[in-house]
């Protein structure tokens, strides 16, 4: 069964240093999407992405982050100066139109 | 808008008891409504979801739910678990099937021991 990648699996990155972090979804879906979960707390939506544009972000996702489609099969999410605050383990995840989205492993960031 | 609420934190039970994990939500839209499982360093699965139509679904690993619009509820339930079902459930709430943000509750830890 297709699966979301992503890498890497853990990344640890100084304070203030730019960090990206990337993903493989599944081939032939049209909808992509970031999500972080801080250590004990709930899992919290960052952005969607579609046709090639962000379709809707939430209030986490400031000037400091971005996502960019580079190819017909990365989605990449960057994270300028990072802060110690920015460490969680971040999901991405993709969806076909009408259909439930699939999960990536995640990648654990740790600022320093 | 929305809110998703997981009553428990942690369920313990014995292996081949029945478990419901409970998940109450608020919306004042129409909503699509999700349960996720996530093992140890691994990422989120689905195990089922309710669009529409008939108010009890089935999912993989002999979960099931239903949806309870008077109650805004979407509780999880097996009616006997393995030591395999150890992991963590999010119950998640979406206003579309397409494109939009999942809404994810702060998750129920499921423990089964022998």
């Known amino acids: 069964e297709p699966e979301v990648t992503q890498t890497p699996s853990h990344q640890v990155t100084q304070m203030g240093q730019e960090v990206i972090l990337r993903c493989v979804p599944i081939s032939n879906h049209l909808y992509f999407y970031w999500y972080r979960q801080i250590l004990g707390q709930k899992v919290e939506f960052l952005v969607s992405?579609?046709?090639?544009?962000?379709?809707?972000k939430s209030e986490i996702f400031d000037d400091q982050f971005s996502v960019e489609r580079p190819d017909g099969s990365n989605f990449t999410l960057k994270i300028r100066s990072t802060k110690l605050e920015d460490s969680a383990m971040y999901f991405c995840a993709s969806s076909r139109r009408d259909q439930p989205q699939h999960f990536g492993d995640g990648t654990r960031l740790s600022i320093l | 808008a929305q809110s998703v609420t997981q009553l428990d934190s942690q369920v313990p039970v014995f292996e081949e008891a029945p478990v419901e994990l409970r998940c109450n939500y608020s919306?004042?839209?129409?909503?699509?409504l999700f349960w996720y499982v996530q093992y140890p360093n691994q990422g989120l699965q689905l195990l089922l979801k309710?669009?529409?139509?008939?108010?009890l679904v089935k999912g993989i690993n002999g979960f099931e739910a239903e949806f309870n619009k008077s109650q805004t509820s979407f509780h999880l339930r097996k009616p006997s678990v393995h030591i395999s079902d150890t992991a963590e459930y999010f119950c998640a709430v979406s206003e579309s099937n397409s494109g939009y943000a999942l809404n994810f509750g702060k998750g129920t830890s499921l423990l089964v021991t022998p």
């Open positions: 309710y669009l529409s139509g008939s108010t």
């Open positions: 919306s004042s839209v129409s909503v699509y």
């Open positions: 992405f579609y046709n090639n544009e962000i379709s809707e």
